[in-house]
């Protein structure tokens, strides 16, 4: 099954209430925080909202 790296690289001020809580559920905390998710709607959906704050890479096991 193959996997995303997800990697906060902008801050959280200034955004909605909603992006925050996005982030927050993947569970990123600070810039510079990452994440190894399994790749599957949900995750993408949640990455979707949060685009213009976080990095993707594709992992592949």
């Not at 801050?11 to 399994?38: A, H, M, P």
Request: charged share 30%; aromatic share 2%.
């Amino acid at each position: 099954m193959a996997n995303i790296k997800v990697t906060q690289t902008k801050s959280v001020i200034s955004e909605k209430q909603n992006q925050r809580d996005t982030l927050r559920s993947l569970g990123l905390k600070r810039i510079g925080d990452s994440v190894v998710k399994e790749d599957n709607a949900v995750n993408r959906g949640y990455v979707k909202t949060v685009a213009h704050l976080v990095k993707v890479e594709e992992i592949s096991e």
